[in-house]
C-alpha cells in the first residue's frame, strides 16, 4: 500500500551536511509511523530515528542525537532525515521505512541511498 523512494544522498566531506528525503506513494501515508535506518558494509541494519504519525520523534539513536533530525510533511508525502556535522562513521545506506500496527521489518521499505562521508 506504500511505496517509498529515498534520495539526497552522495558524497560528503567530514563536517558537512546532507538532506535525506523520503517520497511516500499510497494512501493513508499520514497515519503511518516512519523511520529511517542505515546500514554500513559489513554491518548490520541500524534504527536511526522514528516518528510518529502527527510528527513527534519517538526515538534517536544517541550516535546522531544532536547532529540528525527527522522530521515530516504530511501534506507533500515526504519524511526528511537532516544529516549535520556527518562523520566517516556516517558512511551507509540509508532506509526509510514505515509501519502500521507492525515492527518495520514487516513494514515498507525504500530501496536505499548509498551516504559517503570522506575523511
Known amino acids: 500500500q506504500v511505496q517509498l523512494v529515498e534520495s539526497g544522498g552522495g558524497l560528503v566531506q567530514a563536517g558537512g551536511s546532507l538532506r535525506l528525503s523520503c517520497a511516500a506513494s499510497?494512501?493513508?501515508?499520514?497515519?503511518?509511523?516512519m523511520a529511517w535506518f542505515r546500514q554500513a558494509r559489513g554491518k548490520e541494519r541500524d534504527l536511526l530515528a522514528a516518528?510518529?504519525?502527527?510528527?513527534?520523534?519517538?526515538y534517536n539513536v544517541d550516535s546522531v542525537k544532536g547532529r540528525f533530525t527527522m522530521s515530516r510533511d504530511n501534506a507533500k508525502n515526504t519524511v526528511y532525515l537532516q544529516m549535520n556535522s556527518l562523520k566517516p562513521e556516517d558512511t551507509a545506506i540509508y532506509y526509510c521505512?514505515?509501519?502500521?500496527?507492525?515492527?518495520?521489518?514487516?513494514?515498507?521499505w525504500g530501496q536505499g541511498t548509498q551516504v559517503t562521508v570522506s575523511s
Open positions: 521505512a514505515a509501519k502500521r500496527g507492525s515492527d518495520y521489518d514487516s513494514g515498507y
Open positions: 499510497g494512501r493513508a501515508f499520514s497515519m503511518y509511523d
Open positions: 516518528i510518529t504519525w502527527f510528527g513527534g520523534s519517538i
